[in-house]
């Protein structure tokens, strides 16, 4: 069982919820310019209206809480406090952004429900993007900016502000292959200067909160390939910890540890590894601190004392000493197409752990399902709950065996927009008609509640 402080929460984003793109004087967002270029999206769907959570965000906490959902961790919309993404004297804060997530905090207060901030969860103003985005190294002091802002904001309000959610995926998908926003197709050495720059900004933010507040706690939240053994032998074990920190070819971005090790080691990646040899622009150079992006005192600013690391987990590989196991027809996927793989929630923790020696938080875990509403009105979904069971069964296996696992936080709370998929993919453990706007608790809810309970 895990320990009775153990936080049990759910999990969203600002710009795959909200709507309101465009009211009360928020600022476009890279996503708002992305989803409305036809084509970049699945069926041409967008988050302009998204779950109309910033219409009906008390309604959604109150259900939150007779869910018996404890802690709900959310993004705020950086554009939307400040349009331009600049915070100085010259560009004040958007009052009635900032008014948004005071009234969200305030309701889950009023609920007994912990608020957990992430500041960053893709959705970057639009206008630096327009000077450069995140190849642009300002960026990075300008997210400081913002940081130091809602730090000192809510300070004694939110125990908890991460600072980046997913620095991979931002990367991978946003820069290398530009199925994201805001849709670049760069070279690896370009992708490695958004990672760096990334990384800085995490450094800097961290800063900043410690500056403002020493109660405020603060990670960021990681994903990236896990793997598992095949068998319990010792050479299967170790070589599924190797493969969970190797990753190379068209999906070299989707790894912890290029930006974990920067910013929890305070080392760079060996650019001459085997990792990086389907990029052929970086061979003339004999080490990352050559690349005319990187500062001499870079690494101790993106290097900060951090009080847990955030884990993203949906699946992993299987791993024997021959190398990764390879899927057997059949094999189980979600509706997305992603394997079930419950293991890595075991050894792929296990090996974060012993590689950063950070108290970990699952800050997203789940599964899209095709959910329907049945004859009877209602949402039954019994494979969600036995992924559930599965996954969370084997993270229990690695609190026990000594991981320090402060939380568990369940993505996602309702259906929502899913990124270049549209709104096809349904994570959430709420449904929700996005014509009429209503909500229905699915089985999985129930479940999670009783689990709580328990």
């Given at each position: 069982?895990?320990?009775?402080?153990?936080?049990?929460?759910?999990?969203?984003?600002?710009?795959?919820?909200?709507?309101?793109?465009?009211?009360?004087?928020?600022?476009?967002?890279?996503?708002?310019?992305?989803?409305?270029?036809?084509?970049?999206t699945?069926?041409?769907?967008?988050?302009?209206?998204?779950?109309?959570?910033?219409?009906?965000?008390?309604?959604?906490?109150?259900?939150?809480?007779?869910?018996?959902?404890?802690?709900?961790r959310?993004?705020?919309?950086?554009?939307?406090?400040?349009?331009?993404?600049?915070?100085?004297?010259?560009?004040?804060?958007?009052?009635?952004?900032?008014?948004?997530?005071?009234n969200?905090?305030?309701?889950?207060?009023?609920?007994?429900?912990?608020?957990?901030?992430?500041?960053?969860?893709?959705?970057?103003?639009?206008?630096?993007?327009?000077?450069?985005?995140?190849?642009?190294?300002?960026?990075?002091?300008?997210?400081?900016?913002y940081?130091?802002?809602?730090?000192?904001?809510?300070?004694?309000?939110?125990?908890?502000?991460?600072?980046?959610?997913?620095?991979?995926?931002?990367?991978?998908?946003?820069?290398?292959?530009?199925?994201?926003?805001?849709?670049?197709?760069?070279?690896?050495?370009?992708?490695?200067?958004?990672?760096?720059?990334l990384?800085?900004?995490?450094?800097?933010?961290?800063?900043?909160?410690?500056?403002?507040?020493?109660?405020?706690?603060?990670?960021?939240s990681?994903?990236?390939?896990?793997?598992?053994?095949?068998?319990?032998?010792?050479?299967?074990?170790?070589?599924?910890?190797?493969a969970?920190?190797?990753?190379?070819?068209?999906?070299?971005?989707?790894?912890?540890?290029?930006?974990?090790?920067?910013?929890?080691?305070?080392?760079?990646?060996?650019?001459?590894?085997?990792?990086?040899?389907?990029?052929?622009?970086?061979?003339?150079?004999?080490?990352?601190?050559?690349?005319?992006?990187?500062?001499?005192?870079?690494?101790?600013?993106?290097?900060?004392?951090?009080?847990?690391?955030g884990?993203?987990?949906?699946?992993?590989?299987?791993?024997?000493?021959?190398?990764?196991?390879?899927?057997?027809?059949?094999?189980?996927?979600?509706?997305?197409?992603?394997?079930?793989?419950?293991?890595?929630?075991?050894?792929?923790?296990?090996?974060?752990?012993?590689?950063?020696?950070?108290?970990?938080?699952?800050?997203?875990?789940?599964?899209?399902?095709?959910?329907?509403?049945?004859?009877?009105?209602?949402?039954?979904?019994?494979?969600?709950?036995?992924?559930?069971?599965?996954?969370?069964?084997?993270?229990?296996?690695?609190?026990?065996?000594?991981?320090?696992?402060?939380?568990?936080?369940?993505?996602?709370?309702?259906?929502?927009?899913?990124?270049h998929?549209?709104?096809?993919?349904?994570?959430?453990?709420?449904?929700?008609?996005?014509?009429?706007?209503?909500?229905?608790?699915?089985?999985?809810?129930?479940?999670?509640?009783?689990?709580?309970?328990?």
């Amino acid at each position: 069982m895990f320990d009775k402080n153990f936080i049990w929460g759910t999990a969203t984003s600002a710009y795959q919820i909200e709507g309101a793109y465009k009211e009360d004087g928020k600022g476009l967002s890279i996503w708002d310019t992305f989803s409305n270029v036809p084509g970049n999206t699945a069926n041409n769907e967008n988050g302009n209206t998204a779950c109309d959570h910033y219409h009906r965000f008390r309604d959604d906490i109150k259900l939150m809480h007779e869910l018996g959902i404890k802690a709900y961790r959310f993004s705020i919309s950086w554009p939307r406090i400040f349009p331009e993404g600049i915070c100085d004297s010259t560009h004040s804060y958007n009052e009635k952004g900032l008014e948004f997530y005071n009234n969200i905090v305030d309701c889950c207060t009023e609920y007994g429900i912990e608020p957990y901030i992430t500041l960053y969860h893709w959705d970057l103003p639009d206008a630096l993007e327009q000077k450069g985005g995140w190849l642009n190294r300002e960026t990075a002091y300008h997210f400081a900016d913002y940081a130091e802002f809602i730090c000192r904001h809510f300070s004694g309000k939110v125990k908890c502000i991460a600072t980046i959610n997913e620095p991979q995926i931002i990367s991978g998908l946003g820069y290398w292959l530009g199925l994201h926003a805001p849709g670049h197709k760069l070279n690896a050495k370009d992708v490695l200067n958004v990672i760096h720059n990334l990384a800085l900004a995490h450094g800097l933010a961290v800063e900043r909160i410690r500056s403002v507040s020493a109660d405020v706690i603060t990670g960021f939240s990681s994903t990236g390939n896990l793997c598992y053994p095949k068998t319990e032998s010792k050479e299967d074990i170790d070589a599924a910890k190797n493969a969970t920190f190797m990753a190379e070819g068209k999906n070299w971005t989707f790894s912890h540890h290029i930006f974990c090790d920067m910013a929890c080691l305070g080392r760079y990646p060996d650019i001459k590894s085997g990792y990086f040899k389907s990029a052929p622009e970086l061979q003339p150079f004999s080490s990352y601190e050559e690349l005319d992006f990187v500062k001499e005192s870079d690494i101790n600013i993106i290097c900060q004392p951090v009080d847990f690391l955030g884990v993203n987990v949906y699946n992993g590989h299987q791993v024997s000493k021959d190398g990764v196991v390879p899927r057997k027809t059949g094999f189980p996927r979600t509706s997305l197409g992603w394997p079930v793989t419950p293991e890595v929630m075991d050894y792929g923790i296990r090996f974060l752990y012993e590689r950063y020696n950070l108290p970990i938080i699952i800050t997203e875990n789940g599964l899209a399902c095709n959910d329907v509403v049945s004859l009877d009105g209602k949402i039954h979904d019994p494979g969600r709950i036995d992924f559930l069971a599965r996954y969370i069964n084997n993270l229990e296996k690695a609190y026990k065996s000594g991981v320090p696992i402060l939380g568990y936080f369940h993505w996602s709370f309702m259906d929502n927009f899913e990124w270049h998929s549209g709104f096809d993919p349904r994570f959430g453990l709420v449904y929700v008609d996005f014509e009429t706007q209503e909500r229905i608790p699915k089985d999985s809810a129930y479940w999670f509640k009783s689990l709580i309970e328990s």
